[in-house]
């Protein structure tokens, strides 16, 4: 009887162990379960963040890119209308000294002008 007893005792000892053990394994399958999820929604919400993040970073770098053609834009007008208007002024400058020059240059040429016909004396 006593042996009877003992693997009465036995038994029932085992078999406690194994539902107290079924029981650790559910609670730690949750455990992993509820890790997982938060995990899992951790992630997706990195993702979120970044995929906005990308879209503001594009939407800056076109605005800045926009804003930089513009600029670029219009000081190459500005410095295109510069360049007209010295050009205009350097050939107008230079139109009026061509102008002087030459009226400089008839009038030399009228006053030291010496005739065509040779002189008695250079024979």
């Given at each position: 009887?006593?042996?009877?007893?003992?693997?009465?005792?036995?038994?029932?000892?085992t078999a406690l162990?194994?539902?107290?053990?079924?029981?650790?394994?559910?609670?730690?399958?949750?455990?992993?379960?509820?890790?997982?999820?938060?995990?899992?929604?951790?992630?997706?919400?990195?993702?979120?963040?970044?995929?906005?993040?990308?879209?503001?970073?594009?939407?800056?770098?076109?605005?800045?890119?926009?804003?930089?053609?513009?600029?670029?834009?219009?000081?190459?007008?500005?410095?295109?209308?510069?360049?007209?208007?010295?050009?205009?002024?350097?050939?107008?400058?230079?139109?009026?000294?061509?102008?002087?020059?030459?009226?400089?240059?008839?009038?030399?040429?009228?006053?030291?002008?010496?005739?065509?016909?040779?002189?008695?004396?250079?024979?």
């Amino acid at each position: 009887m006593k042996i009877m007893s003992l693997i009465i005792t036995l038994v029932a000892t085992t078999a406690l162990i194994a539902l107290g053990q079924e029981g650790t394994v559910e609670e730690v399958k949750h455990g992993a379960k509820k890790t997982g999820e938060t995990v899992k929604n951790g992630l997706e919400t990195a993702g979120k963040k970044t995929k906005e993040a990308a879209e503001t970073v594009g939407e800056k770098t076109k605005e800045t890119a926009q804003t930089v053609g513009r600029k670029t834009k219009e000081t190459a007008q500005t410095i295109g209308g510069k360049t007209r208007e010295n050009t205009s002024s350097t050939h107008r400058k230079s139109k009026k000294t061509s102008r002087k020059t030459k009226a400089e240059t008839s009038e030399q040429q009228s006053t030291n002008q010496t005739p065509n016909t040779p002189s008695p004396t250079d024979r």
